[in-house]
């Protein structure tokens, strides 16, 4: 079982920038895949970004070139640079930890990100 904290949301203007962090701990960090999610009241959770324990990426296509997933094994930390915001962008963030980019299955609280103009 993994235990997930996220931080750095919070309010920013059209086109600022925002780095999220996901601490994890409880398990053998380098042997997740972590991710980013995001959700919005109504809709449902989507995948923003993930990386597996070789640093390989995936993006979902909207956010690809503006958003950037990163980790560092040795604080057990991923992070998630985004840029050039946009309202659309303004959701719940998630992060998530799992065997493989394609499943995920432990889950942080969520940090807040507000987009405004």
């Known amino acids: 079982q993994v235990q997930l904290v996220e931080s750095g949301g919070g309010l920013v203007q059209i086109g600022g920038s925002l780095r999220l962090s996901c601490v994890a701990s409880?398990?053998?960090?380098?042997?997740?895949?972590m991710g980013w999610y995001r959700q919005v009241p109504g809709k449902q959770r989507e995948l923003v970004a993930a990386i597996d324990s070789s640093s390989s990426t995936r993006y979902a296509g909207s956010m690809k070139g503006r958003f950037t997933i990163s980790r560092d094994n040795a604080k057990n930390t991923i992070y998630l640079q985004m840029n050039n915001l946009q309202p659309e962008d303004t959701a719940v963030y998630y992060c998530a930890a799992g065997p493989n980019m394609l499943y995920f299955e432990s889950w942080g609280q969520g940090t807040q990100v507000t987009v405004s103009s």
């Open positions: 409880g398990s053998a960090f380098r042997l997740n895949a």
